[in-house]
């Protein structure tokens, strides 16, 4: 099973109009065609309190007096639904008086379009309207998403933090009665959650940096099969405590236009992540690949593998994948959401195949420098 993490896009925008002119809807809907707007027409303000609870709109659009319910109560109404209240509101009138703009306005409107208006002048005012709506809508998600992904992250840290007191102040109370070899245990235990709390430090202030836009990207030509053994070299700690074989088949040298830093930190993240979720005396295997104009590189273990329904969560900030590695190592999924944005941004791409029991093999692909 494998995961290509895809772009999301938009669905067609929707409008729901509120006039009981059907001239005037007809118009609308003629001026809609070929455009990517659907709409939806009731003929009175009651029957829009009903029936725009069925779809959720992008923006209304009502006549400033339909039967029923007049359109200033009626945009009261929608505003004081919290539901509906970030809807943008546009009112069609005959009536230029400015008591009734004003009081358009005051009810919670957010344009007026006099009547007879030019056809090529509302939809691109209606256009503006929804394309601001969309990017209020993607920014108050956006940070939703970083708020809650920030608090399970404090959440996280926490964890190691705590192991790190409380072993701490057990070894310091008790050390001249403990053995040496209970000794070595504690401090075994005081390692593993400080290697922790440095792994997720250091894909926060990176992942932070990145989201600040203050993170430089120099790409340069750079050896890609030496920074791969240098981390090999890096994580020989990690490797010897759970007795595992790293194997790299490295042919040739390969050459990448990257930034080394970023490309850096990609390898270092899916090699930690590989060692944390093989079992002890696991294996892993890394091997890299030219295909077409971009390097391909594999990082592939042994482990536990991801269960299908995880697999397209993996890369997802909006999305929290936690399960504990082999030591019960914790893990908030941040760093693959660095490798993401990291690969990315070279134009390249990452993606992961795994089965559980069995797996993972984690591939990203990066741009080949050119020959000299």
Request: aromatic share 12%; proline share 3%; with cysteine.
């Amino acid at each position: 099973m494998s995961y290509y993490p895809e772009e999301c896009t938009h669905e067609n925008s929707f409008i729901f109009i509120v006039d009981s002119n059907t001239e005037n809807v007809n118009l609308l809907i003629d001026l809609f065609q070929g455009t990517k707007i659907d709409c939806e027409a009731v003929s009175d303000g009651f029957e829009a309190l009903d029936k725009i609870k069925n779809r959720k709109p992008d923006l209304i659009l009502i006549d400033i007096i339909p039967p029923g319910l007049d359109g200033f109560q009626l945009c009261e109404n929608f505003k004081n639904n919290p539901e509906l209240k970030d809807i943008p509101v546009v009112f069609t009138t005959t009536k230029t008086d400015s008591q009734y703009i004003v009081k358009g306005f005051e009810s919670g409107a957010g344009d007026f379009i006099i009547k007879p208006y030019d056809s090529a002048e509302l939809l691109i005012r209606l256009q503006t309207h929804i394309k601001n709506k969309l990017h209020y809508d993607e920014l108050r998600l956006i940070n939703q998403t970083k708020n809650k992904f920030l608090s399970l992250i404090a959440h996280d840290l926490r964890n190691p933090f705590t192991i790190l007191l409380n072993f701490s102040e057990i070894l310091y109370q008790n050390f001249d009665e403990f053995s040496d070899e209970k000794k070595k245990d504690y401090l075994k235990y005081i390692l593993e959650s400080s290697q922790q709390s440095y792994d997720l430090m250091e894909n926060l202030f990176r992942w932070a940096r990145s989201q600040s836009g203050i993170m430089e990207f120099y790409p340069s030509r750079i050896n890609i099969t030496e920074v791969i053994k240098e981390y090999i070299l890096f994580t020989k700690g990690y490797v010897q405590n759970k007795n595992l074989n790293v194997t790299f088949r490295a042919d040739m040298n390969v050459f990448v236009e990257a930034d080394r830093n970023m490309v850096a930190t990609v390898i270092r993240n899916l090699l930690l992540n590989a060692i944390k979720y093989t079992k002890e005396y696991g294996k892993i295997f890394i091997e890299t690949k030219i295909r077409n104009k971009f390097a391909e590189i594999s990082i592939t273990d042994t482990g536990i593998g991801i269960e299908k329904e995880r697999l397209d969560q993996l890369f997802r900030i909006d999305r929290k994948v936690k399960t504990a590695g082999t030591n019960r190592e914790g893990g908030t999924g941040l760093g693959l959401i660095l490798c993401k944005e990291f690969i990315e941004k070279h134009g390249g791409k990452i993606w992961v195949e795994s089965k559980t029991g069995e797996g993972s093999k984690f591939t990203f692909s990066i741009p080949l420098a050119e020959s000299r």
